[in-house]
């Protein structure tokens, strides 16, 4: 099958250049044909009647006998022929046999015109092209003059060029073979190569190989079909993992619920075991509905179903009504949160959104960061656009997990967030809710010391 499709795509570009190429010939033939050869036959007849109105002006001032062999001795050794008649055609002189159909020609030829006429032109069909002259002495015809000229050599460069002709084509055609090789060795393969990986790509094989080393266009689509290769590889990968993710994510709280409801069934417990199993059952049906929120955030994004029901915030207000709302949990934690908000800061944001990413921001600063650590949220202005900071004092991020933080379900480490609750899509949610308000959002941290996680928003009021 693979030959056969390569077969055809060289077939059709070869025909295509050799079409070209024949056409182009054909032109090129048509040009010189009837342009270079006709011009050769023009300059020709105008110097056969040239040459015959020279001996015309000079036969009308000498019309004798003498002159008249003078004029065909000259022409004797030439390529053409003259011949001189009187007033009714009749032969008086002539520099060579006089062939039949020369005499017939002359005989039947009609008056000529004063500056001379072409007598027979047709040098395709006829073996002679003639020009007369007509001999005035006083204004009174006595004579003509007529040239005569073997239309051979003009044939013979017809010839020549139907010879030369053939053998440019000839050699177009062995050139045309060549590249018909060429196009499918350097051309279709790379095409054919793409055509295989994009098959084994539909059928879920991303594992493809293409050459991506050429510096053309069949270079970058190469390119681009491996980038979309890896991309899909990755994507098929992630969907694995995704599914891994939440299918664990999923079953731990729910055996937790299972097991725990169980044993907070037994007669035989006492009240505090009791309260102390349902405060397990509770805590893992809420790690159980965010991670459903956090989902069901995660295909409304992925439908174009998340809104952002924007409206004019005071945002000092609003950034101290979040650090109200989980103040209690970091000081259960023993972490010192603090605000440095400037006044009368007014953006065109969803304030439930917005509070969204605040929460999920200041939550991860709160279980990664230790007892006696700070965490602080810096509100700040630059040239229009506010910038807001949660910096706490944490464990930190390696450097080389920061650039994927903001993955849906990328964690840093799955044992310390499977300890927190973290089910990795909080920060991808947090990107997309930030951008969606034309925004942008980032992270710098060092392992030891701390994270820095950052909130641009532009359109102060």
Not at 97 to 112: C, G, R
Not at 228 to 235: A, E, I, T
Not at 298 to 316: H, K, P, T
Not at 403 to 411: A, M, N
């Amino acid at each position: 099958m693979r030959i056969k499709r390569k077969s055809k795509l060289a077939t059709k570009l070869g025909l295509f250049f050799l079409i070209s190429i024949l056409l182009l010939e054909g032109i090129l033939f048509m040009v010189l044909y009837f342009g270079f050869l006709n011009e050769r036959i023009m300059a020709e007849t105008d110097a056969l009647l040239a040459r015959g109105n020279s001996h015309r002006d000079v036969l009308a001032k000498h019309f004798n006998r003498e002159t008249m062999e003078h004029v065909a001795l000259m022409e004797s050794e030439a390529e053409t022929q003259v011949v001189i008649t009187n007033e009714k055609n009749t032969i008086l002189v002539h520099s060579n046999k006089v062939m039949p159909t020369i005499e017939e020609k002359i005989a039947s030829s009609n008056p000529l015109p004063v500056t001379g006429a072409i007598v027979e032109g047709d040098w395709g069909e006829e073996p002679f092209v003639t020009t007369g002259s007509p001999i005035f002495v006083d204004d009174e015809l006595v004579g003509n003059v007529y040239m005569i000229l073997d239309t051979q050599g003009i044939r013979d460069v017809r010839d020549h060029l139907t010879t030369q002709f053939l053998i440019i084509s000839g050699l177009a055609l062995f050139l045309t073979i060549i590249t018909i090789i060429y196009l499918s060795r350097i051309i279709t393969r790379p095409l054919i190569d793409m055509k295989i990986a994009t098959q084994k790509m539909s059928t879920g094989n991303h594992d493809v190989s293409l050459k991506v080393d050429r510096n053309d266009e069949l270079g970058e689509l190469a390119k681009a079909i491996q980038s979309l290769s890896d991309d899909l590889l990755r994507l098929k990968n992630d969907r694995s993992d995704f599914l891994a993710n939440i299918a664990h994510e999923l079953r731990t709280p729910l055996t937790y619920l299972n097991g725990y409801a169980d044993i907070a069934q037994r007669e035989a417990l006492s009240l505090d075991e009791r309260n102390t199993y349902l405060a397990v059952i509770k805590e893992e049906s809420e790690n159980l509905t965010s991670l459903v929120r956090d989902l069901f955030d995660m295909a409304q994004m992925d439908q174009q179903g998340f809104s952002i029901d924007r409206e004019s915030v005071d945002l000092c207000p609003l950034i101290h009504q979040i650090r109200e709302k989980v103040k209690p949990a970091f000081d259960r934690k023993g972490i010192d949160l603090k605000v440095s908000c400037q006044n009368d800061i007014r953006l065109t944001i969803d304030p439930a959104r917005f509070s969204q990413v605040m929460l999920n921001l200041l939550d991860n600063a709160l279980h990664y960061s230790e007892q006696g650590k700070h965490v602080l949220i810096d509100v700040s202005v630059s040239q229009k656009t506010v910038i807001i900071k949660v910096v706490d004092e944490g464990e930190g991020i390696p450097v080389k997990d920061l650039p994927f933080i903001f993955e849906r379900l990328y964690r840093v480490d799955k044992s310390r967030s499977r300890k927190y609750g973290g089910s990795g899509l909080g920060l991808a949610i947090a990107k997309e809710i930030v951008e969606r308000h034309g925004g942008s959002i980032s992270a710098n941290s060092e392992e030891g010391k701390g994270t820095t996680m950052t909130i641009a928003l532009a359109g102060v009021e």
